[in-house]
Structure formats: C-alpha cells, structure tokens
C-alpha cells in the first residue's frame, strides 16, 4: 500500500521557481510551480505564448512525442518538452495539483536528475489537502511490445517497479532495480540518477538540431568503455535507476498513482506511453479507488 497513511491529496505551500537550460534546445527558461486547488491536477503552463490557449493539461492523451522525451501539446497545439523528472518528482513526493508555468518548449534539464526538483520542492513545502487522493488500481495484466523492448502493467496491492536494460557496453552492461515506489526510496535510490548518452550518439544528435543544451553537468556521457564525467557514477547501477525514474514520471501522465507493479525491459518513453495508451484503452483493465486514511493506534 502507498505510504502515506492520510491518502489526502497534496498541493505547494509557495511557489517554487528556477531557471536552466533546456537539453535538446538549448534555451534558457523560467520555471514557476504554484499550488492549486484540489481537482486541478497537474497543468503546465507556457507563459512565453499569449495568442491562443497556453494551458496544456497532463493527460496520457496529451503526449504526442515520446522519442527522446515526454512531449505535451494542447488542442491549440501548444507544446512542452522534457517534463518526466519533474513528474517523477511530483508523483514520489505526493504532489496532485499543481500549476507549472514555463516561460519556453521544454523544461529546464537542471542536473539530469529528479534531485533539484525535490529540493526545489522541498523548500516550498507541502500542504494537504482535503479531497482524498484518487489511485488507479490495475485489475488485468497490460502488455506491449515493440522489438525487443517491453512493458507491463500488473495487479498488486501497491506501486511496485522492476525495470532491466541490457546495453552491448562494458560501462552499462546488464542492470536490474526492483523496488517500492515510494516517497522514501525515491530519495534513496532513485531521484539522483541521471540521464546518460554515448558520445557519438550525442554527435548525431547535436546534428540534428538537438541536444544543444546537453553537457557533462546534466549527463553522464559514455565513450567506448570510459566515462568523460571528471566524478563518474554517483551510485551503483545509475544507469537503470535512471531509467525507473523516467518511467515513474512517463506513468504519472494518467493523472494519479498507481496500485500496480510495472516491469520494463528496455524500455523507453515511447514503449511507456505506449504502455499508458493501452491501459487507458481496456478500461475493464483498471479502475479508480480511493483509500481511507489508516486509523492512529490508541493505547
């Protein structure tokens, strides 16, 4: 079961504000998270365009490009790129309603990691709410495929995650995490992983217009069987733990935390927005429960 034993949704007490460089374009945004009321959900915002709709809503339906992020667009056809840390964050720390304005077409990378989001979060602090949280809970199994890669969705009473990648490196190799996804873990093993690339990949990228905003301070970059970052690894395994991190906020799209184990294979945010579709299309698959707060022991 989640961990926190009120279930009541939560919003920020003040704002939280910075400011980065985006990873594929090279632009630097500003970036404002504000609280909202309860049913809001979570809203981006692109404060940067004022000649039509500039709310984009998340919603799995939302996501119209997943290749080398998570990209939403809005009717209007607004778009923001890159916002899966920010979700991960959002979902780890209990965060349902929340306003985020962005001043650009994607977020800011920070450190390639979900840690400068949750102390950006932190230092605004929580505030409860009084609508219970809304879990959706999986009832049948939900598989998809694509190659080798592959994704499902699992009953269980809680959010579990297990999640493999197999790289033909010596640097990355075989790796496998499987945990609880929970506040407490999150902040452990997860928030701090970052995001990693091979070096002539980013070459390829770069001529393609993209990755303008990539460096070794938001990426680890492998070179054959080096790593270029001057302080390598921040952890055993990062490499994975990246990857469950950027399915915990791919998943978060749906509006609302699971009760459900996840198991990836190679997997990406194409493969998990794939994965969020095929859920949202059997409805008979899952449902929305809400759960009551655990009683205090007396005595």
Not at 2 to 10: F, K, L, Y
Not at 34 to 56: E, K, L, W
Not at 104 to 119: M, R, T
Not at 249 to 277: C, F, S, W
């Amino acid at each position: 079961m989640p961990t926190r034993p009120d279930h009541r949704e939560r919003t920020l007490i003040a704002p939280a504000i910075c400011a980065g460089v985006g990873v594929h374009t090279g632009q630097r945004v500003r970036l404002a998270i504000r609280s909202a009321p309860s049913g809001t959900g979570i809203v981006f915002v692109r404060t940067d365009v004022s000649d039509r709709d500039n709310r984009i809503p998340v919603a799995g339906d939302a996501v119209v490009d997943a290749r080398l992020n998570t990209m939403i667009q809005n009717e209007a056809g607004v778009q923001l790129s890159t916002i899966e840390h920010l979700m991960a964050a959002f979902c780890a720390l209990g965060v349902s309603n929340a306003i985020v304005e962005v001043d650009g077409p994607e977020l800011p990378i920070l450190d390639g990691s979900a840690l400068p989001f949750v102390q950006l979060l932190d230092r605004a602090g929580f505030r409860r709410q009084e609508a219970p949280v809304r879990y959706i809970e999986i009832l049948e199994p939900v598989h998809v495929t694509d190659g080798d890669k592959h994704a499902a969705l699992l009953p269980c009473d809680r959010y579990e995650m297990r999640f493999e990648i197999d790289f033909d490196n010596a640097v990355v190799g075989n790796q496998v995490i499987d945990f609880v996804v929970d506040e407490q873990t999150f902040r452990e093993e997860i928030m701090s992983a970052r995001t990693f690339g091979f070096a002539h990949e980013v070459e390829a990228l770069r001529l393609a217009g993209l990755a303008r905003g990539g460096s070794l301070e938001n990426a680890v970059v492998i070179d054959g069987e080096e790593i270029l970052n001057p302080g390598g690894l921040r952890m055993e395994r990062e490499f994975v733990r990246h990857k469950a991190l950027d399915a915990i906020g791919d998943l978060y799209v749906l509006g609302a935390p699971l009760l459900g184990r996840y198991e990836g294979y190679k997997a990406g945010h194409a493969v998990n927005n794939r994965l969020v579709r095929a859920l949202m299309s059997h409805p008979h698959a899952w449902r929305e429960v809400v759960l009551a707060p655990q009683l205090a022991r007396v005595g």
